[in-house]
T-cell receptor
Framework: QQQVKQSPQSLIVQKGGIPIINCAYENTAFDYFPWYQQFPGKGPALLIAIRPDVSEKKEGRFTISFNKSAKQFSLHIMDSQPGDSATYFCAATTSGTYKYIFGTGTRLKVLA | NAGVTQTPKFQVLKTGQSMTLQCAQDMNHNSMYWYRQDPGMGLRLIYYSASEGTTDKGEVPNGYNVSRLNKREFSLRLESAAPSQTSVYFC??????????FGQGTRLTVV
């Protein structure tokens, strides 16, 4: 019940395409869902996050879609660029707790 | 603004050796964390510290100890390293209860 299942494991898109990364969770107590971007040899960086009171959140070219009834959330990258090539992690937690549950990561490659 | 700084960046240990991974943040955050990252397993929480003077176990604490030396520094100690502890270790910090900023990681190999 504590797992966050992330898919796909890897993804290749052409420049300008819209990669979509999906995550699913079981624990209905989760109420904060961040996404992290990690470049090779670097630590993850917080990219964007959503709470279940909204169904969508946009920050620049990055959009999170949230489906509370299905217990799923997705990251969309609009007009993807080669510089977006990185590993993306979703996570989930319950507000007020310190324990984030991370997905296993999606390695994205955007071809020029 | 340096953010979260980890040392060392790379380390090779022999089985049974001990070492301490250092972490410091300059953002005045209360919360600090140690994670390990293994292929196909995402990030797993080892220990966290909600504030100076407090530490708590995470998901995979066995074989590790931590010290929150002051508000800035949070160290992770391996008392007797094992090959299963070969991993990339990340320190993170955040305001209140959040995981917002990560260090660049320590790649540890235990042979």
């Amino acid at each position: 019940q504590q797992q966050v299942k992330q898919s796909p494991q890897s993804l290749i898109v052409q420049k300008g395409g819209i990669p979509i990364i999906n995550c699913a969770y079981e624990n209905t107590a989760f109420d904060y869902f961040p996404w992290y971007q990690q470049f090779p040899g670097k630590g993850p960086a917080l990219l964007i996050a959503i709470r279940p009171d909204v169904s969508e959140k946009k920050e620049g070219r990055f959009t999170i879609s949230f489906n509370k009834s299905a217990k799923q959330f997705s990251l969309h990258i609009m007009d993807s660029q080669p510089g977006d090539s990185a590993t993306y992690f979703c996570a989930a937690t319950t507000s007020g707790t310190y324990k984030y549950i991370f997905g296993t990561g999606t390695r994205l490659k955007v071809l020029a | 603004n340096a953010g979260v700084t980890q040392t060392p960046k790379f380390q090779v240990l022999k089985t049974g050796q001990s070492m301490t991974l250092q972490c410091a943040q300059d953002m005045n955050h209360n919360s600090m964390y140690w994670y390990r990252q293994d292929p196909g397993m995402g990030l797993r929480l080892i220990y966290y510290s909600a504030s100076e003077g407090t530490t708590d176990k995470g998901e995979v604490p066995n074989g590790y100890n931590v010290s929150r030396l002051n508000k800035r520094e949070f160290s992770l100690r391996l008392e007797s390293a094992a090959p299963s502890q070969t991993s990339v270790y990340f320190c993170a910090s955040g305001p209140r209860v959040s995981v917002a900023f990560f260090g660049q990681g320590t790649r540890l190999t235990v042979v």
